[in-house]
Structure formats: structure tokens, C-alpha cells
């Protein structure tokens, strides 16, 4: 961040990174943004992006007629700022070093993924995917998703000089498009659910299929978002929750 952040930034940046990415990839899959040419790749007006930062911040939803580049310029300014990245900077080396194993992958991400960020990076991946079935009219292939959002999501969260980064980009630009070509096979995410763009809402397979975790409290919602998958599967089993753990 190469400036001062004003209040209303700071409280962007803390936003939950699912639901701001689910109101604007919402927004733009309505407004047909999946077929606009180089979308993710042409940046909105720096004016109405600050307008529609103001919305999020303040609980409004995006105004019907606001620039689709505009929201998308915002979104991956909220993936690359947000306080809690998507993908964790602990995860940054083993997803780098062994992105061709895409048992470990996966094996990785239900043991050391929390649960929300999970969910986001499943809904992000999903809407990604999306993105790249029209890329015959948005020009954005898997490759181009990859460099714009690899970067942005993949970080190890130390410093590095600018000669390091660059060594790096290709691996993260590597790995991350190995994510978009598995992300069914790493999420479970089946057929049906990619047929139609608003499908990208689906929640995981652990929440759709579990009553007892559709039927938790609020606090206990609250409570999970910090587990991994595997923690969740410890407390929530299928014949209900295990007491000794609450």
C-alpha cells in the first residue's frame, strides 16, 4: 500500500473477504460481465471505485448502474489489501513446491485451510472458472486469470525486493492455474454446480449435506469460521454434535 489508508479504507480491508467477493462477482456475472472484454484486465474509474467503496463499507448494495470494470477493480483491490488474505502466507511455500501434487493440494487445504477462507477460495475459483468458459469474448484464458490472480492471492507475506518477486511470478502464475484446472477435484465441486453462473453461490459439500450444521447457532456459526475442515469433522459428526467438545 503505497499510501496512508483514510477510515473508510481501513474498514474495506476488513471486510469479509466471502461476502465482498460474493456481492461483486454477483454483480458482475448479472450484468454480463463474463462476456466483456477484458474484464479483470482493464481497470474501472479510480472515482467510482472510491464511491462503490463507500457502499461496501456503509452496507449499501452496489448501485444498479455502476460500471461492471469499476467493481471488479474493486474486488481484486479488496483480495489484494484484505486483512485476512484467502489464501493464508503459511500455505504460500507448499502450494509453490508441490502444486503438480494435487492429492497434497487438497490434503493441504481441508487440514490447514480455515474453514472461511475455504469457502472463499472455492467461491472464487468457482466464479473464475465462470470467467474463463467465455474467454472467446473476454479474452481472458486460464493463463491471463492466472497472472492476474495469482499474484493477488498467492503471498508469502514477508517483504521481498523487486528482483525477488519477479523470480517468483512464474511459479505463482504456475500454481495458481493448476488450482483453476483442479479446483472441482480440490473442492468436490460437481458438475451441476458450474452449468450456470449464479450456481458459483453454492456452498461446500460439508455444509450442504450436513443438517446439524444448518442448524447451528448464530455463535456457533461464528465460532467454526476460524476451523479447518478436519476440526469441523471432529465436532460436527453425522449424527450430530458431539457434546463433550462444546
Given at each position: 500500500m503505497l499510501h496512508k489508508l483514510s477510515k473508510e479504507e481501513r474498514i474495506?480491508?476488513?471486510l469479509n473477504p466471502f461476502l465482498v467477493a460474493?456481492?461483486?462477482c454477483e454483480y458482475i456475472e448479472q450484468q454480463k460481465g463474463l462476456v466483456m472484454e477484458g474484464i479483470y484486465r482493464i481497470n474501472g474509474s479510480e472515482k467510482e471505485v472510491k464511491q462503490l467503496l463507500k457502499c461496501l463499507?456503509?452496507?449499501?448494495?452496489?448501485?444498479?448502474?455502476c460500471d461492471v470494470f469499476s467493481v471488479a477493480s474493486l474486488w481484486k483491490r479488496h483480495l489484494q489489501f484484505c486483512e485476512s488474505p484467502v489464501i493464508p502466507h503459511r500455505l504460500y511455500y507448499p502450494i509453490l513446491n508441490k502444486c503438480d501434487d494435487i492429492k497434497h493440494?487438497?490434503?493441504?487445504?481441508?487440514?490447514?485451510?480455515?474453514f472461511e477462507q475455504f469457502r472463499t477460495l472455492r467461491f472464487i475459483l468457482t466464479h473464475l472458472n465462470n470467467v474463463i468458459k467465455f474467454s472467446t469474448n473476454n479474452k481472458m484464458n486460464i493463463k491471463n486469470v492466472a497472472i492476474v490472480f495469482g499474484a493477488t492471492l498467492l503471498k508469502s507475506g514477508a517483504e521481498e525486493n523487486a528482483i525477488e518477486y519477479l523470480q517468483q511470478v512464474p511459479k505463482i502464475t504456475k500454481?495458481?492455474?493448476t488450482l483453476l484446472e483442479n479446483y472441482n477435484l480440490l473442492f468436490d465441486i460437481r458438475?451441476?454446480?458450474?452449468?450456470e453462473p449464479v450456481d458459483c453461490r453454492a456452498s461446500t459439500e460439508l455444509e450442504r449435506n450436513s443438517p446439524v450444521l444448518k442448524s447451528l447457532s448464530p455463535e456457533w456459526n461464528q465460532k467454526r469460521r476460524g476451523m479447518t475442515l478436519n476440526t469441523i469433522r471432529?465436532?460436527?459428526g453425522p449424527n450430530g454434535i458431539n457434546q463433550e467438545n462444546l
Open positions: 474495506f480491508y476488513s460474493e456481492q461483486c463499507v456503509q452496507k449499501k448494495p452496489l448501485p444498479k448502474n493440494l487438497k490434503e493441504l487445504f481441508i487440514s490447514e485451510m480455515p500454481a495458481f492455474q458438475e451441476e454446480e458450474t452449468k471432529d465436532l460436527f
